[in-house]
Structure formats: structure tokens, C-alpha cells
């Protein structure tokens, strides 16, 4: 009696490759897990094509060592709204609060002017009074108001703007996600993603695919950002290295999968 082989344990990025890339790609195309029971070299998957055609498949993960290059790109550029009277300024330290950020920070200069609080991050007795200085205490933001300093500064006959700066790392945000091919290329480049590009180009097979899931850490702030918006596609496509054919790129907390072929880049809505 012939035993069925067990399937192999997936890790996280070779679970999400496995539920996303078929999906994607559609027309009943299907993919088996290739790298297990001790075989020497094999593909991390084969995608097998209704014609009878497959394809091979090496996944990866990428982040930051230590998320030490997290904010290498920031700039201390960014001007957040201030309805306020005081000057204020305020800082991050993660790009997944920048989003909440912006959209509570004239909110929470209006209840804190109100309230005479100075450091809304350290206003532990108002948590429970104000969902947004809750947010904020919570989150790797801060800001800091001057009740002592005018936002009007008559001097200059103008408004001193509330710049947002690293707390400690950071940088600007640039929307048009112009950043992104560069960034890509960036990773595919580190050491352990050349070595699955290698891996690929010994398979055999004409037709490659490299999976990468990126951690936000990965990516510069600038280019994070604008993934996690979700609106705007990138104008130019990463670099399709060695004879890979097909380089898919999912970042985590962002809404879609790139896909970039010779034809250019695609975006897929993640689920």
C-alpha cells in the first residue's frame, strides 16, 4: 500500500505566496510545494499550467536589520495641519502611525489648546475623555504645544509651521511613489534575495517567479507611506533581476501585490 505523502509545513511568506500567486494569476493555474523531504536544490514551488506547462517558484521575506534603516530617507520636511493658536511640533517613529497621525493631530491641537495641555502624549488623565489623545499615547507619535509661542509669528508676518520630525529616526513623505522601483531594486540586492535569484536560474525552467514579502521596515517611510494609502500606482516597475520573469513584491499593512513582468507592473488587490 502506497503511503500519501504528507504536505509540508509552509513558513509565513511561503503560506502567503502559496494562497496569493495562483489566485492571481488565475486560469486554473496551481501551486505545489517543491522544496521538502530533504531534496537537494529544489524550488521552494512548482506552478503547474492547465496546458501542461510549469513554472518554478522561490519565496523570500526581507526587513531591516534591527529596523535600523527604517527612517534612513526621512527628511525633516513634513508639515502637518495646526487650527490651533499655539506652535506646535510633533514627531514619529513608525510609518503605520503617520496615516492616524495626520488625520487626528488638528483634533487633538484643538483639545489640548482647550485644555491647556502642553504634552497631549503624556496626558494620561485624558485618555479616557478623548479618543484621539488616547491614539496618541498609544502610538509612536508625540507632539508638544507652546502656548508661549504664537503660531503667528509677526516678526516674519506668517504662520510658523508644525514640522513633523524623526523621533529619533524618520523622514518625509513623497506620495507620487517615484522612490518605489529603487527601493525594490534595493532589496533584491541584499545577499539572501540573489541567492533565491541563483537558485531560480539553475532550475531548468523558462519561466521564474520570485515571491518576496517585504516588511514595511524593508522600505524607506516615504515609500511605505504611500503603499499603505493604497491610491497611487508607481510610475516606473523594479528591475527584473537575473532570468527571473515574474517578481511579485507584497509589503505587509499595505493593500496590494505588485506584480512586475517584462510587460511592466501590475497591482492587485491583496484579498
Not at 21 to 44: F, I, K, W
Not at 105 to 128: M, Q
Request: hydrophobic share 40%; glycine share 10%; charged share 25%.
Amino acid at each position: 500500500m502506497t503511503e500519501t505523502p504528507e504536505t509540508p509545513e509552509l513558513d509565513k511568506p511561503e503560506q502567503v505566496a502559496f494562497d496569493v500567486v495562483a489566485r492571481l494569476l488565475g486560469g486554473g493555474v496551481t501551486a505545489e510545494p517543491n522544496d521538502h523531504s530533504g531534496r537537494q536544490g529544489a524550488v521552494d514551488f512548482l506552478l503547474h499550467y492547465p496546458d501542461g506547462g510549469d513554472a518554478a517558484m522561490e519565496v523570500t521575506s526581507a526587513a531591516a536589520e534591527g529596523m535600523r534603516q527604517l527612517y534612513s530617507l526621512l527628511d525633516a520636511t513634513q508639515t502637518l495641519p495646526n487650527p490651533g493658536e499655539w506652535t506646535w511640533s510633533a514627531t514619529i517613529d513608525h510609518p503605520r502611525d503617520l496615516p492616524d497621525l495626520i488625520e487626528r493631530c488638528g483634533r487633538i491641537i484643538e483639545y489640548c489648546e482647550a485644555n491647556g495641555i502642553e504634552w497631549p502624549s503624556y496626558a494620561y488623565d485624558h485618555r479616557f475623555m478623548n479618543p484621539d489623545v488616547a491614539w496618541l499615547i498609544g502610538s509612536t507619535a508625540a507632539m508638544h504645544g507652546s502656548p508661549d509661542l504664537p503660531k503667528w509669528d509677526a516678526e516674519k508676518n506668517r504662520e510658523r509651521p508644525l514640522f513633523l520630525t524623526p523621533g529619533g529616526r524618520g523622514g518625509g513623505v513623497n506620495e507620487s511613489l517615484s522612490k518605489f522601483a529603487g527601493a525594490i531594486d534595493d532589496v533584491v540586492a541584499q545577499g539572501h534575495v540573489q541567492k533565491r535569484v541563483k537558485k531560480l536560474g539553475r532550475s531548468g525552467l523558462d519561466e521564474q517567479h520570485l515571491f518576496i514579502l517585504a516588511d514595511d521596515t524593508a522600505l524607506p517611510f516615504d515609500v511605505i507611506y504611500g503603499l499603505m494609502r493604497g491610491t497611487v500606482t508607481p510610475p516606473t516597475a523594479p528591475t527584473l533581476p537575473g532570468t527571473v520573469t515574474h517578481l511579485w513584491v507584497l509589503v505587509t499593512m499595505t493593500p496590494r501585490v505588485f506584480l512586475v513582468t517584462a510587460d511592466g507592473l501590475r497591482a492587485f488587490d491583496r484579498n
